[in-house]
């Protein structure tokens, strides 16, 4: 639950008590909001206190009458105004002239309320411009956050994919100037190591799609009934190539009737991610066993490795993007660094959950839980 300051800016007692009687233990909710919010009233009698309560508390709401003793209402939107102050301000006021209107609607304020008030009108201006902060707050913090991991993953991307692109084009001209002798023989080597190169950059093009496809909701117009046994059945199939090639064995239990409601294309992102990584993690000769059962509203999803293991340190943030594991033994993986925070997004849009136990030196398990039928939308 969120607490809104609110000033009161009045030269009537009656005013203010007003608004503070009526706001107090009122609460503002809508569906689509993830907490309500409740009111804190401060109050001044004049604009020139109000300003002081401005400075010094940072109100989220001023409710303000024009006509004050000292400096006018206008004045204190002035004021706010050069400032730059984010304060949402409803004007309270029956002597507001059209002029007046005018000038307080130049300089920020947003609504207007009738005096004499009753309840349900300040109500209802309380409502909209709590709505208006909400959206605020949540439209702020995506443009943040999204540029923030614009740029991380432009980083990420430009970093990865020149590394990899210029040691092609030194070994392509090692081969095409025949630096290393006559036959293709010689550059087995050379060809392994484009190989190699090529192979991360197709991992870091494939996470930046599954990046492309995070939704903020589901669409319920793609989910549909799902066998989670096949489903990790062919994420298997994929990552066998380089498990054979690792040497390392792929163990599947399905129990029960593990059938979901999901998007499948959803499921394949999670599936896929959790087997290469536990192949790509572990040690050569290594084993990777995954679970699938079933309780009576949820699906469990289990797998497990034998391979470096996570410290405590590094899965503190290991679903956060762009988080990689560094050590000497990781060094020559390769990796976008999104995965997991793909998988663990997903996965909460299910309403469901992703933990991980890991030992390092000895494997890791990751354990993801997915309710069989997910909530419906609101």
Known sequence: MAVLKVLVVDDEPGIRSGVSRILTNYQVTYPFMDEDYTFEVMEAATGEEGIEIIDRDRPDILLLDNKLPGIQGVGVLEYIRNKKLDIVTAMITSYASLEVAVKATRDGASDFIPKPFTPQELKSSIENISKQLYLKKVTHKMN??????????????????????????????????????????????????????????????????????????????????????????????????YAIQMEVNINLDVKNNPVITADPEDMNIIF????????????????VDITIDTSDDDVILSVSDTGIGISDEDRENLFTEFMRVKSEQTKNITGSGLGLSIVKKIIELYNGKIEVESTPGTGSIFTVTLPKKPLTKM
């Not at 081969?175 to 392994?192: L, P, R, V």
């Not at 896929?272 to 084993?287: D, H, M, P, Q, T």
């Open 144 to 241: 943040k956050e999204g540029k923030k991991i614009r740029y991380q993953f432009l980083s990420v991307l430009s970093h990865e994919l020149k590394a990899p692109l210029n040691a092609l084009e030194g070994y392509l001209r090692m081969m095409q100037e025949k630096q290393a002798g006559e036959n293709i023989d010689d550059y087995t080597n050379q060809i392994e190591r484009s190989l190699h190169r090529i192979q991360g950059m197709r991992s870091l093009i494939m996470d930046l799609l599954d990046f492309t496809k995070i939704r903020l909701e589901r669409k319920d117009e793609k989910m549909q009934e799902l066998n989670m046994g096949e489903l990790v059945s062919n994420s298997i199939v994929t990552v066998q190539p």
């Open 272 to 287: 896929n991610n959790l087997i290469s990584n536990a192949v790509k993690y572990n040690k050569f000769g290594g084993r």
